[in-house]
């Protein structure tokens, strides 16, 4: 899903709501049962070394000093889940907003929806048509997990 961001005040992330979501479907085409969704917001441009590292989770969560990555309103999980998504990926740190993130998580944890984040590189990848895997390590009564994420993108070796 490109085309997602947004800034809000100091420590807030501006909200991926159900319109989002619909203005996306009518520029791309239905989300369908099966579709991962990946939220695409330009955040991992703030994936970096030495001091500006800060920008990605340290300003917005931990100071409150930048702005926050934007991230789906528990309504909007729960559309997506509504719709026959299961996975929902964002190049956020979090897939839920900073300040409380709890909404969105039980929104679809619930509703035994996975969940990716920190996800880098979703500009390469098209808006449609790419094959997404994300492959975990096994880790015991681990409720969640590194692993290496990997787009198969449509008419590439």
Do not use: Q
């Not at 997602?4 to 989002?20: F, H, I, W, Y």
């Not at 920008?55 to 309504?75: E, H, I, K, M, Q």
């Not at 290496?148 to 993108?153: T, W």
């Amino acid at each position: 899903m490109t085309g997602l961001s947004g800034t809000a005040g100091n420590g807030v992330s501006p909200l991926v709501t159900v319109p989002t979501l619909i203005a996306w479907e009518a520029a791309y085409g239905p989300i369908l049962p099966g579709d991962a969704v990946l939220l695409r917001t330009g955040w991992d441009s703030h994936y970096l070394s030495g001091a500006a590292r800060r920008r990605y989770v340290d300003d917005p969560l931990v100071t409150g000093s930048g702005p926050a990555w934007p991230a789906p309103s528990p309504d909007a999980v729960s559309w997506l889940h509504d719709r026959g998504v299961r996975c929902v990926g964002t190049d956020g740190p979090s897939i839920g907003p900073a300040g409380d993130g709890g909404p969105t998580h039980r929104a679809g944890l619930t509703r035994g929806m996975v969940f990716v984040e920190a996800l880098a590189g979703l500009a390469e990848v098209p808006p449609r048509g790419a094959w997404f895997l994300f492959l975990p390590l096994k880790l015991v009564d681990g409720t969640g997990a590194p692993g290496r994420a990997l787009a198969v993108l449509p008419g590439r070796p």
